[in-house]
């Protein structure tokens, strides 16, 4: 063995030595008068805490985790987001191109802008909740002269995957922090903040959005740290792929029938508690059945335009997406039929020709 004493012994005489040196003391007065000088505290001044003295609001916002959001447009989903914001303490300032949307949310604590510039005017993130993806590059465009280097956008307007690729470009012109945040969920769950957040971008700013996606959301799941790979938006489309599907078959099930005089009931029924039973049918059909289409937990124009952005991107990745081409159709026909605005169930009536006023959703299973 070698003749070197142990680190550990080291360290031991090491403890001995400053204890001889520097006996414990027996009260407090005894510590100071062994170590003069050392009880003094530093003088709480600008010098010692800067912090204190020269603290901005931004600053003091960010430490409280309050933010000041900007929120472009207020429609079913919006609006509701913002009043989320404004309930958990935010500072929320919003615009809408039909100002008569965002009005009713100056009683929650809203400020109404007049043009997307005043709203993102001095705000941390900015929110946008569009139509699409080309609405969502106009506005911004619109915002931009007051936009500020370093900002965090949050793109939550359901896009198709290449426009998720031109928000980011101009995200990167303009020197934004993008994230890619679709979420899943319709006017009730956005009313509670009980949203599914699907974001994806760079996690070192992640701290500035966690507290909106906290505020509108019950969940958020990253996809990935590239905003501009649209790897949130592609979940969506999957997600609202399912979503479509399934309202069309619904509408499709109640119109054949109540053409073949079936009581609905019956085939309820008939699958109750098995494979084929689910929550989603009850909910859609119960709004067919019982004449509640109106106001819109998801419209049907906005359904309509997203069955074609599946559809796109299925034949850009060389995927043919019969269900959802056909789904497409029948919500546009519907809208014609005068139900653009109604809840996306309303595309039940685009089973029937358009002057057959006959089969009202009272009326089904004749």
């Not at 604590?109 to 929110?127: K, W, Y």
């Not at 500035?208 to 505020?215: E, L, Q, S, Y």
Request: hydrophobic residues 45%; contains cysteine; proline residues 5%.
């Amino acid at each position: 063995m070698s003749g070197r004493p142990h680190p550990a012994a080291c360290r031991a005489a090491s403890r001995r030595a400053y204890r001889r040196a520097w006996p414990r003391p027996a009260s407090r007065r005894a510590f100071r008068r062994a170590r003069p000088g050392h009880h003094r505290r530093r003088p709480r001044t600008a010098q010692w805490y800067p912090l204190a003295t020269h603290r901005t609001n931004q600053e003091v916002d960010v430490m409280t985790g309050k933010l000041t959001v900007s929120v472009l447009g207020t429609g079913i989903m919006g609006a509701a987001m913002a009043r989320n914001l404004a309930g958990a303490g935010h500072t929320v300032r919003a615009w809408n191109r039909s100002r008569a949307k965002a009005d009713p949310l100056a009683a929650d604590g809203v400020h109404i802008a007049g043009t997307p510039a005043e709203a993102v005017e001095g705000a941390d993130v900015v929110l946008t909740m569009l139509y699409d993806g080309a609405a969502a590059l106009d506005v911004m465009r619109q915002a931009a002269p007051a936009l500020r280097a370093g900002t965090a956008w949050v793109q939550s307007t359901t896009a198709g995957i290449e426009s998720v690729g031109e928000l980011a470009g101009f995200a990167r012109e303009k020197g934004l922090v993008f994230y890619d945040a679709p979420v899943l969920g319709t006017r009730q769950p956005a009313e509670a903040g009980q949203l599914l957040v699907l974001a994806a971008g760079p996690a070192d700013g992640r701290e500035a959005v966690t507290p909106v996606f906290d505020a509108v959301g019950a969940r958020t799941v990253w996809t990935g740290e590239d905003g501009a790979a649209a790897h949130a938006t592609r979940l969506k489309l999957v997600a609202n792929s399912w979503v479509i599907a399934a309202t069309s078959a619904t509408g499709e099930t109640l119109a054949l029938a109540g053409a073949l005089g079936v009581d609905p009931q019956s085939f309820f029924d008939a699958i109750a508690g098995g494979p084929l039973d689910m929550g989603y049918l009850h909910a859609k059909s119960a709004l067919i059945l019982e004449d509640r289409l109106s106001p819109a937990s998801f419209a049907v124009s906005t359904a309509a335009k997203d069955a074609r952005l599946i559809v796109e991107a299925g034949e850009q990745h060389g995927v043919r997406l019969d269900v959802a081409a056909a789904s497409a159709e029948r919500f546009a026909r519907a809208a014609a039929q005068g139900h653009a605005d109604e809840d996306m169930a309303a595309a039940y009536f685009a089973s029937f020709d358009e002057n057959a006023g006959t089969n009202s959703g009272g009326n089904t299973g004749g």
